[in-house]
T-cell receptor, first 113, second 113 residues
Framework: DSGVTQTPKHLITATGQRVTLRCSPR?????VYWYQQSLDQGLQFLIQ???????AKGNILERFSAQQFPDLHSELNLSSLELGDSALYFC????????????FGPGTRLTVT | QKEVEQDPGPLSVPEGAIVSLNCTYS??????FMWYRQYSRKGPELLMY????GNKEDGRFTAQVDKSSKYISLFIRDSQPSDSATYLC?????????????FGTGTRLQVTL
């Protein structure tokens, strides 16, 4: 158990809908990262927050947004969902901004029908 | 061409064998090199990380980085059936404004009795 929690574990929704994925980092970690894992693209970095501020963006779609709250938990919002958004979404956390020790949560499996 | 290349396998070895897993990369800015293990439908688990070049050993695992060749390796000694998983290499440039990880596609390892 990495200490990173993610909810929900599974999510099934229809095209065009909006969902929110939640992540709680390990105690003491200030950085939160979101990654998407699909069969054809592998693990892809989406976005990073550090202590409430956005630090870096990857190939995150405009339909996707995220935020990190004062208690350091983070939410990833996915809207206007398409079939291709079906994937595993992972949250990772680290103490600071060093990339060396990112610990991943169990993931949320999103299925868009 | 992808920034990080990794043979997807599958790689099948008998119990007790030495396993060699490898990645090549093209981005000379990468300074941090990580190996993650991922069991089916689980989150990636950090095994080891190395900063810059050199070797690092942790129990049955040894990580090697050769920056001149842009080549990294993970060796597993005395492999066990419980080592059966997908192994992902990940890399990052220096921390600063972004600590995102760039992943290989993963190598699926099967250790047979």
């Amino acid at each position: 158990d990495s200490g990173v929690t993610q909810t929900p574990k599974h999510l099934i929704t229809a095209t065009g809908q909006r969902v929110t994925l939640r992540c709680s980092p390990r105690s003491g970690d200030l950085s939160v990262y979101w990654y998407q894992q699909s069969l054809d693209q592998g693990l892809q970095f989406l976005i990073q927050y550090y202590n409430g501020e956005e630090r870096a963006k990857g190939n995150i779609l405009e339909r996707f947004s995220a935020q990190q709250f004062p208690d350091l938990h983070s939410e990833l919002n996915l809207s206007s969902l398409e079939l291709g958004d079906s994937a595993l979404y992972f949250c990772a956390s680290s103490v600071g901004t060093s990339p060396a020790e990112q610990y991943f949560g169990p993931g949320t499996r999103l299925t868009v029908t | 061409q992808k920034e990080v290349e990794q043979d997807p396998g599958p790689l099948s070895v008998p119990e007790g064998a030495i396993v060699s897993l490898n990645c090549t990369y093209s981005n000379s800015a990468f300074q941090y090199f990580m190996w993650y293990r991922q069991y089916s439908r689980k989150g990636p688990e950090l095994l080891m990380y190395t900063y810059s070049s050199g070797n690092k050993e942790d129990g049955r695992f040894t990580a090697q980085v050769d920056k001149s060749s842009k080549y990294i390796s993970l060796f597993i000694r005395d492999s066990q059936p419980s080592d059966s998983a997908t192994y992902l290499c990940a890399m990052s440039a220096s921390p600063g404004t972004a600590s995102k990880l760039t992943f290989g596609t993963g190598t699926r390892l099967q250790v047979t009795l």
